[in-house]
């Protein structure tokens, strides 16, 4: 007998949308024998709205879930997954982005046994996207697809059209954190997907209803990028983390020292100045973002101490960037620039003595 298969459809304020979608889903999935149902996730304040559009359709195998629980997008697709009971599960948006008709694809694309994850995909060979897209539309998406680019091989990670078995979910050995809008992407790397299908669609623009994405959701992605990077990388990502905010000190650095200068301070005092601003603002940021769950965690040390054990690595650190560096740029006089790769090399060893200090002695302590 062949697979059973539910729909989830994350919702707000999609009404004008639903009878559209029902009928397409219908259309599509009837012809083909299979059991299926729709799970309509949703956490629309409109009322009634929502509820009589769907009891007007009268459909036993459309189920509307209003939903109690935490609020969004992320968190309404991981309870449809849960609660929903097909063999095959596909996860769409209301809005007729994702064309119904291509649904048996995907499905067909994730029931094989090599595939673990089958996305309907607009950067796939084939796949288009309404010509309505604006330049600056076309980039982000692009920018997020490329930032996505170290977990996962797909071409359209953060398409919101995907299928999997249900079995799948069983295997996430981090319960997922639906943080993001792009659920997608967690279930790819959460559970570890490698075999991988995409089938291409074209990707429509809604006609009804209005969008919910905007500035808030794509700080949630760089919010949830950061936390698959600490779920693959490990340790690694928060050394990234620490050499990024030690790059935006020396941006500061070089302000402080400009504007320090230019409000009449000696060189010298403009240098000693610019030194203090960025190491504080090292300080602030890896307090705030690099080791942010460890002082969560209950660093029991006072902020005025944490600071001066900061300063007090970094100098250190700077010992050994300087000492790293001129031995080696010494030892390789006659190295075509031996100069510079003394320097870098000795940047790096700074760079690691500074991030060992402020994990084990600074922030966790
Ligand atoms: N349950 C629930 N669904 C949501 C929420 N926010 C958005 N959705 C649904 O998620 C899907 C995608 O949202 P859209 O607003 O279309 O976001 P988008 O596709 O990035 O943007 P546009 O297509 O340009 O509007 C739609 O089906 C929305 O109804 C939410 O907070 N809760
Ligand atoms: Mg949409």
Redesign the pocket.
């Known amino acids: 007998m062949s697979k059973s298969v539910s729909i989830i459809v994350p919702t707000y304020r999609e009404a004008g949308n639903i009878p559209t979608l029902v009928q397409r889903i219908e259309g599509a999935l009837a012809p083909t024998g299979r059991k299926f149902d729709l799970w309509l996730m949703d956490d629309s304040p409109d009322g009634d709205k929502t509820p009589v559009v769907v009891a007007d359709l009268n459909k036993q195998w459309v189920h509307l879930i209003k939903r109690s629980g935490t609020r969004g997008l992320g968190h309404a697709v991981v309870e449809g997954l849960e609660r929903s009971k097909g063999d095959i599960q596909v996860v769409m948006?209301a809005?007729l982005?994702h064309p119904p008709e291509k649904v048996p694809e995907l499905i067909a694309a994730a029931e094989a046994d090599d595939c673990d994850f089958a996305i309907g995909s607009r950067y796939a060979p084939g796949g288009t996207i309404a010509g309505n897209w604006s330049l600056l539309r076309h980039l982000n998406s692009r920018a997020a697809t490329l930032v996505a680019r170290p977990f996962t091989r797909a071409r359209d990670p953060m398409s919101g059209f995907f299928a999997l078995k249900r079995e799948l979910l069983t295997r996430a050995p981090a319960a997922l954190n639906p943080i993001g809008y792009k659920i997608g992407l967690e279930i790819l790397v959460k559970c570890g997907c490698k075999r991988i299908r995409e089938v291409p669609i074209h990707f429509e623009d809604?006609q009804v209803g209005t969008?919910k994405m905007g500035l808030k959701q794509q700080l949630q992605y760089v919010r949830q990028v950061r936390a698959l990077a600490r779920f693959k990388f490990g340790e690694l990502a928060r050394f990234a983390e620490f050499g990024l905010v030690g790059t935006s000190g020396t941006a500061m650095n070089l302000i402080a020292v400009t504007a320090a200068h230019s409000i009449g301070l000696s060189v010298r005092g403009s240098i000693a100045v610019a030194i203090l601003v960025s190491m504080s603002t090292n300080y602030l940021l890896n307090r705030a973002i690099t080791f942010r769950d460890m002082v969560r965690n209950g660093s029991a040390r006072p902020m005025w101490k944490e600071y001066l054990w900061f300063v007090a690595v970094s100098s250190v650190g700077a010992a050994v960037n300087w000492w790293v560096a001129s031995a080696l740029a010494q030892r390789w006089e006659n190295v075509p620039f031996g100069l510079q790769e003394g320097t870098l090399v000795g940047v790096l060893a700074g760079l690691a003595f500074n991030y060992a200090g402020s994990r084990l002695l600074v922030f966790g302590k």
């Open positions: 948006d809005d982005s809604r969008s």
